[in-house]
């Protein structure tokens, strides 16, 4: 994955159509959607077959169907414009952690969703899409996040950046920061990736030995971690907070900035696209849309008007062409702002629930509780062999009933004895070996009208 020499002209390119407006980002998001739809319709099988009624030129991006993940993985190898990349060899290549952010095909990058709406996926990204990410992190997140002393103070840390993400797969989060890794030797000593997995004592531990400048996580384990630093386990004086892969809360982002005293900033991407969004000083997230168009749609894909949440969201991702997204349904209930956020940003203004998974908070057999994060859990279940979904239940201050979806031809009695060995095995790691897990005869549910499938759900309180 190495460097394009494209990417300083895309760097420019950002800075010129967020000076031009709306009419400047208009025009670029016209122009590259018609470019993707052609694109898609010449080299991917699967669009072919979608848009064969539609005409030739012209259509809007309205005229063109929603499509939704299993539908895209069910026809995955129709789906990819490079008839080189197939599901089975993608599969194959993230059997192996080693090859976490090496190159797919020698010249991809390769991750994993998380299931948050309910199914794992693949995704694939070339090398332009790759350069238009690293081109926005550069023009539009810097700039927009860090000023002159925020600069000073991460010189002084040697710009160390410590990301407390899931590390047991090729997920996108963890994923992007070992791509970065890979650079040059400076990022590969200055970057690192702080497993949630860990029991919360070691990670905190890291984290005081690291010293990082910037700390990035999911807001579970940044709330964490903030109570740590606020308790006085935790001694970091970073220059920023970036909080990504969760949704997270006004009233949690200030208790973070005062923990950690620093600012606080929200960072929306998700594997379907990876950066989407950022958020400004006056908590609204801000749409690259010269680059990522997002739709929010109802319960029958209807337009949403802004103001009022959605039922979902659909992505149509600009910059990836191997593997393209049109009107894709990524199942975040998103609001639109109706006016010019504050900030003086022209980008557009939204506020997006997503993921919303809960911190167990679960007794050990000394009576001590002990935080358990949701990803991390979740991982464990989500890469035992056979499983296509799962959700933990906390019933209990020491009970989790579990639950299964299978893959297709799965031994299940197989599959779940691995689970509940892996689980096992996971909380004796965690101080909680007396925790009873108690299998379910009924398949994952999805509750909540808005925002994504929930994955951990903890006991209510009493």
Known sequence: MGDQPGRWSVVLDLWRAQREGEAGLARRRESRFADLLSHARRGSRLYRRLYRDLPAEGAALRDLPPINKRELMAAFDEWVTDPGVTLAGAEAFISDPARIAAPFREKYFLCTSAGTTGQPALFVYDRGAIDVYRAINFARLGVAWLDAGDLWRMALRGYRWAAVLGADGHYAGAGWIELERRRDPFRSLAYRVFPVQRPLADLVAALNAFDPAVLTGYPSALELLAEEQVAGRLNLRPALVECAGESTTQDAGARMAEAFGCTVRNFYGASECLVMAFSCGRDWLHVNSDWAILEPVDEDFRPVPAGEPSH?????????????????????????????????????????????????????????????????????????????????????????????????????????????????????????????????GEPPEQKARFGKFRQVIAVPPA
């Open 312 to 440: 979902s969201v659909l992505l149509t991702n600009l910059a990836n062409r191997v593997q393209p997204i049109v009107r894709y349904d990524l199942g975040d209930s998103v609001l639109v702002r109706p006016d010019p956020c504050p900030c003086g940003n022209p980008l557009p203004a939204i506020r997006v629930a997503g993921r919303r998974d809960d911190v167990l908070r679960l007794e050990a057999a000394d009576g001590r509780t002990v935080k358990i994060l949701p990803l991390a859990i979740g991982s464990v279940v989500d890469e035992t062999p056979g499983v296509h979904r799962s959700q933990l239940v906390q019933t209990g201050p020491a009970a989790i009933r579990l639950r299964l979806d299978l893959k297709p031809g799965a031994d299940g009695e197989e599959a779940w004895r691995n689970v509940i060995a892996s689980l096992s095995a996971y909380l004796r790691e965690q101080g909680l070996a007396n925790v009873g897990l108690v299998r379910a």
